[in-house]
């Protein structure tokens, strides 16, 4: 079992930055995968980014390619998504996942743990 908790988020100007973290416990972090998912109201969850778990390999949405970067530090059981320039569509709940059965994936039913999410808004 793994617990995770988001954090970092709020309201941001167009073209500014957030960073979100996500801190797990509960199990060892450096066993799974971790992905970074976002839900805009009335449309379904979507992904933002995954990272391997040794974090040398990540894939990104094509949406945010260049603006946003994750990473993670095992010794601290946490994952990051670092936003730039951000945009009014990014505007959504950010959820971080866990998941054990691959390197990285985009694929949500994948992903066994899920945070309660943290809100981003971006206004314009």
């Known amino acids: 079992q793994v617990q995770l908790v988001e954090s970092g988020g709020g309201l941001v100007q167009a073209g500014g930055s957030l960073r979100l973290s996500c801190a797990a416990s509960?199990?060892?972090?450096?066993?799974?995968?971790m992905g970074w998912f976002r839900q805009a109201p009335g449309k379904e969850r979507e992904f933002v980014a995954s990272?391997?778990?040794?974090?040398?390999?990540?894939d990104y949405a094509d949406s945010v390619k260049g603006r946003f970067t994750i990473s993670r530090d095992n010794a601290k059981n946490t994952v990051y998504l670092q936003m730039n320039n951000l945009k009014p569509e990014d505007t959504a709940v950010y959820y971080c996942?866990?998941?054990?059965?691959?390197?990285?994936?985009?694929?949500?039913?994948?992903?066994?743990?899920w945070g309660q999410g943290t809100q981003v808004t971006v206004s314009s």
């Open positions: 990272i391997s778990r040794s974090g040398v390999s990540a």
């Open positions: 509960g199990s060892t972090f450096s066993n799974y995968a």
């Open positions: 996942a866990g998941g054990r059965a691959f390197s990285t994936a985009a694929t949500r039913v994948l992903y066994n743990y």
